[in-house]
């Protein structure tokens, strides 16, 4: 594992690239997802929120992570952008990644002999480790920390890769249309829906890397700081976007498989 796990307290405290999407990002997909929850489902998520919404919940596992140091690595899985899809376990540290953690919230949600608390808690974990895993620098990486190693101008402010497809993308995209939030977070339709969410977790952390791979840095201009303007922006925006639908459809369809039965 090539992310530098040593003193992770102070570096999530000073270093907000080091989170998986923006507040926004997570929130869209929370949104998308809690309107495809059928009855059971919907009814359980009220019962273990106390009433709170998946909205409210989606960052919980970002902010708690400086006091659940144990965490840090279950947001993400450093899968390199050279390999073939296959066995993605050696690149999963024994503290878990995001890719392991997964089945065990479902797990845990799914076991009703757990107290509330503890299945409210795996709740809360899933909802964002399923957001996290389709942020592509959450999955694939080229030695440099998920991209918070490569320093970029976007749109000459400087930041780093990784903060660039966290928040910086989505924020201007928002910016520049004042209906991308709604359209973003709107419900899918039958086709939509059933194209988005097939395939297995596994074939949605390798789909993930591979946007990393032939977008993020496919696409990603030669020289240090790497000056990011219109021409990438442009192809990245629809990149983003549609890693945040497949977010939202797919997490809809997991707590479904999980509460909904």
């Known amino acids: 594992m090539r992310r530098r796990v040593v003193c992770l307290g102070l570096l999530f405290l000073t270093t907000p690239s080091l989170f998986g999407w923006g507040r926004e990002g997570h929130r869209?997909?929370?949104?998308?997802?809690?309107?495809h929850l059928n009855a059971k489902a919907r009814a359980e998520v009220h019962k273990l929120l106390a009433g709170g919404t998946l909205e409210?919940?989606?960052s919980w596992a970002d902010e708690v992570r400086p006091q659940r140091r144990e965490t840090s690595t279950w947001h993400f899985i450093d899968i390199p952008l050279d390999i073939p899809r296959g066995d993605w376990k050696p690149y999963c540290p024994k503290t878990g990644c995001v890719l392991a953690m997964i089945p065990?919230?479902?797990s845990r949600l799914r076991n009703r002999n757990l107290a509330q608390r503890d299945r409210a808690e795996a709740l809360k974990f899933l909802v964002h480790l399923v957001s996290d895993m389709h942020q592509p620098l959450h999955v694939g990486e080229k030695h440099d920390r998920g991209g918070n190693d490569v320093r970029v101008l976007f749109f000459s402010k400087a930041s780093n890769l990784h903060s660039t497809w966290d928040s910086g993308i989505l924020d201007r995209a928002e910016s520049q249309n004042?209906?991308?939030?709604?359209?973003?977070g709107r419900k899918a339709g039958f086709f939509e829906r059933r194209r988005l969410a097939k395939g297995t977790v596994e074939d949605w952390a390798w789909q993930s890397r591979?946007?990393?791979?032939?977008?993020?840095?496919?696409?990603?201009p030669e020289g240090r700081p790497a000056?990011?303007?219109?021409q990438y922006f442009t192809k990245?925006?629809?990149?983003?976007e549609l890693q945040l639908r497949r977010a939202?459809?797919?997490l809809g369809r997991v707590l479904n498989e999980t509460l909904g039965q």
Do not use: H
Not at 178 to 184: E, H, V
């Open 227 to 230: 000056s990011l303007g219109d």
């Open 210 to 220: 591979d946007v990393a791979r032939d977008v993020v840095y496919g696409l990603l």
């Open 28 to 35: 869209l997909i929370a949104q998308i997802a809690a309107q």
């Open 236 to 240: 990245a925006v629809p990149a983003t």
């Open 56 to 58: 409210s919940i989606a």
């Open 248 to 250: 939202g459809v797919r």
């Open 178 to 184: 004042a209906g991308l939030k709604a359209a973003l």
């Open 104 to 106: 065990e919230m479902e």
